[in-house]
């Protein structure tokens, strides 16, 4: 169950996910057609794994294929600035329900120094995902590409940039 939902996640095939990985594998024509293809033959699986998924979950899934969807429209799959956006936007809702769940019987003192906690973390994620933007835009005003695989195809000697990046929900 957990490979399936690690392809649904990332939007590639269970060939790349489960053999290759996908930092070493660019996407292709190829792939997006097997994924295309090959989904209907999963349905019943996705269901079981869809089914067994937390609903807010569920969300950032959707959330997750509808950029996917734009990118791919847009030409500019594999670009992180749309799951940049997302990651802002699912922090600052993270800190409205952090305020809602402060217990209201809690002295004003206390309700204060929790939301002021709670408001510092998730400012410390936001500020890291901002020097995260003006790393990629100073990367690529060097020259540097973003891409999933190990070198930059400007440059063979240049590093890549990952697209991948992880955030820890504080």
């Not at 024509?29 to 937390?54: C, W």
């Not at 500020?127 to 440059?155: P, R």
Request: contains cysteine; glycine residues 8%; proline residues 4%.
């Amino acid at each position: 169950m957990f490979p399936l939902l690690a392809t649904i996640v990332t939007g590639r095939s269970w060939q790349v996910v489960g053999r290759d990985g996908i930092k070493n594998v660019d996407f292709t024509r190829e792939e997006d057609d097997e994924i295309r293809d090959g989904a209907g033959q999963f349905l019943p699986h996705i269901s079981t794994v869809l089914g067994n998924v937390p609903s807010e979950m569920l969300l950032v899934l959707k959330t997750n294929d509808h950029l996917r969807g734009l990118d791919h429209t847009y030409g500019v799959r594999g670009h992180a600035s749309g799951f940049v956006d997302m990651s802002k936007c699912c922090l600052r809702a993270l800190r409205e329900l952090k305020h809602e769940r402060i217990d209201p019987n809690l002295p004003a003192v206390t309700k204060w120094w929790k939301a002021m906690q709670s408001d510092f973390n998730i400012n410390i994620d936001l500020l890291k995902l901002f020097v995260y933007e003006w790393l990629l835009w100073a990367l690529q005003l060097a020259g540097y590409t973003e891409h999933d695989q190990g070198k930059s195809k400007s440059s063979p000697n240049r590093t890549k940039i990952s697209s991948a990046f992880v955030l820890r929900a504080s």
